[in-house]
C-alpha cells in the first residue's frame, strides 16, 4: 500500500576539486513490493527538473534504480561494485554515462528510514564526479 512521506535528500558532487551541496524537501510517496522499497517523488524548479517524476527502487543494500519520467528522462542503475552505462536526460540533450558504485546503505522500513548511495560517473569513459546521495525518509502518520 503506499504511503505518504515526507522527503529529505541531500546530493553532494565532488569534480575537479570542487565540492557542491543540494539539499531538496518534499512531500512523496513510498510502499514496499516483492521485497523493495519504491520511493516517488514530484520534481521541482529546486532540482531543475520541473514538470517530471523521480523514482527509486531500492533492492536490499545491493541495487539502487532512479528513473525519471516527463520533462527530463533518465535511468541510473547503481548496484554495488559494477559498472553499469545509463542514459540520462538534460535540459540540453541525452547522454550516456557510466555509473561505478562504491556503497549502498539501505536501512528502509514500512516507517521510512534512510537509504546513502556513493557512485562515480565518467562520461566517454573520462572521469566526470564522485556522488553521494542521502535520503531520509519519514512516514506521514
Do not use: W
Amino acid at each position: 500500500m503506499k504511503q505518504h512521506i515526507q522527503l529529505k535528500l541531500r546530493s553532494v558532487l565532488e569534480a575537479e576539486g570542487e565540492r557542491s551541496e543540494t539539499e531538496l524537501l518534499t512531500d512523496g510517496t513510498m510502499e514496499q513490493v516483492d521485497g523493495k522499497f519504491i520511493v516517488s517523488y514530484e520534481d521541482s524548479d529546486a532540482t531543475g527538473f520541473e514538470g517530471a517524476t523521480t523514482t527509486i527502487t531500492a533492492e536490499g543494500s545491493s541495487i539502487v534504480s532512479i528513473v525519471r519520467t516527463g520533462t527530463a528522462n533518465s535511468n541510473l542503475v547503481i548496484e554495488t561494485g559494477k559498472k553499469h552505462y545509463c542514459l540520462y536526460g538534460t535540459p540540453y540533450g541525452d547522454i550516456t554515462v557510466g555509473i561505478f558504485t562504491h556503497k549502498i546503505e539501505n536501512s528502509l522500513s514500512e516507517n521510512g528510514g534512510s537509504l546513502y548511495l556513493k557512485y562515480t560517473i565518467d562520461v566517454n569513459s573520462a572521469y566526470m564526479s564522485d556522488n553521494e546521495i542521502y535520503l531520509d525518509i519519514t512516514a506521514d502518520e
